[in-house]
């Protein structure tokens, strides 16, 4: 087997210190040291989510958290409105109306983000949206919506929830919480957070709380009130994933040593390094609108007579490197490199390198070195500092 690079959008490689810490002896999930764990990564937390607000831990993955975030804070038939760049957009209308809300949904091409007239009309001529949700980092497309436009139009209106799902972003693209008053992140452990999957976290505001306190929808394990009273008491209300939870706490001890705002930095530099590598290959093309590209996912366009699921397969088999598929209705189309946590400079080499080794061995020409060079370029200048 060759050496393994994973460069998917989640789950993230897990660097070795954080990976140790699940090795450590079991402990009572009702003692003081449990307690002091909880406590500890939540304060962690709060500083990554930049914000003031309640900060839940709860034992699942992301859509975990996506599922809390409408169940907690609305009641059956009231209206909301969901931003759809994607799967995750699409996957935040589908569990809304699951739970039987009214939803209206606004959606764009693949490789779009939303548009701030867009929303501003439609919150306009829907007058009784009491939310609206809205995907931080559409991993499907690679779309980052600038939630300072759009959160800014959903306030406007100071009594409306805004719900963001930052699975794909947080910690590693700046979300502000307080500053752009949201009401609810949601996010997970296995992304920028260089831990393994089992994590959901999700932010509460005063006012989230307030709808809380008149939400009527059906919950039982997403109770995010209950989990809130035992918070307190520095417990969870169910079993908690106790060795996720330790290395969760180191992951976020050693992203805030670094500086978040440095690992803001590095992941921009690496997604422009990925695009320009693209561009400068000619023959593939970048599928998200340049306004909106994405630092922690980049999905390629491969050139039209090369499956890109072949492409894939190609090099994970010769180079060891583990590239994403399409999800939806890119399925087959595109390929989807994932630069977000635990990832390198070196480590983009490697895969922009393994794709242009294996486009030439497919039948594309003259392609050796032209997407590395750019790439070098933009990580010199980096490491100039
Ligand atoms: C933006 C976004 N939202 C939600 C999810 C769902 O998270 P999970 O797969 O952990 O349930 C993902 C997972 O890839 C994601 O990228």
Known sequence: MPKNYLLIPGPTPV????????AREMINHRGAEFSNLLKSSTELLKKIFKTNNDVLILTASGTGGMEAAVVNFFSQGEEVLVGICGVFGERFAKICKAYGLNVKTIETEPGKGIEPETLEKVLKENPNIKGVFLTHNETSTGVTNNLRELAYIVKEKPERLLIVDAVSSLGAIDLPTDELKIDVVVTASQKALETPPGLAMISVSELAWNYNEKANLPRFY????????????????????????????????????????????????????????????????????????????????PPENVNPDEL???????????????????????????????????????????????????????LRGKGVQVAEEIFQEYYKD
């Open 222 to 301: 997403f109770d995010l009130k209950q989990a809130k009273k035992f918070l307190n008491e520095g417990a969870t209300p169910f079993t908690p994933a106790v060795s996720i939870l330790f290395a969760l706490r180191k992951a976020l001890e050693n992203i805030l040593n670094r500086g978040l705002e440095n690992n803001f930095k590095r992941h921009m530099v690496l997604g422009k390094a990925v695009r320009e590598a693209i561009k400068a290959l000619g023959v593939t093309r970048l599928l998200a609108d340049e306004r909106w590209a994405s630092d922690t996912v980049t999905p390629v366009v």
């Open 312 to 366: 894939r397969k190609y090099i994970r088999n010769k180079f060891g490197v583990v590239l994403a598929g399409g999800q939806g209705g890119l399925k087959g189309k595109i390929f989807r490199i994932g630069h977000v946590g635990y990832v390198e400079p070196t480590d983009i080499l490697v895969a922009i390198s393994s794709i242009e080794i294996a486009l030439e061995n497919l039948g594309c020409k003259g």
């Open 15 to 22: 660097p070795q210190d954080v990976l140790l810490e699940m």
